[in-house]
């Protein structure tokens, strides 16, 4: 599930990164049960929500996206 990959990536940059879940989601301004939902795969982040993301990581949105499976 494509959702769910987008989670996880988001996930795993962020603790590569060393935020907490909180920290990330006041530092984005998004509640944490919605980063928490996009976490999970039940939320779809949308292109605007991706870039925000990316950009307060310090990667691109072509780094966060998930590899596709060729």
Do not use: C
Not at 31 to 55: C, F, M, W, Y
């Amino acid at each position: 599930m494509a959702t769910n990959k987008w989670g996880r990536r988001i996930k795993a940059f962020r603790k590569l990164k060393g935020y907490t879940q909180i920290d990330f989601a006041k530092k984005i301004g998004m509640s944490v049960s919605q980063l928490g939902d996009i976490e999970r795969g039940h939320k779809v982040p949308s292109d605007e929500t991706l870039a925000h993301i990316a950009n307060h990581l310090g990667i691109s949105v072509e780094e966060l996206a998930p590899k596709s499976e060729a």
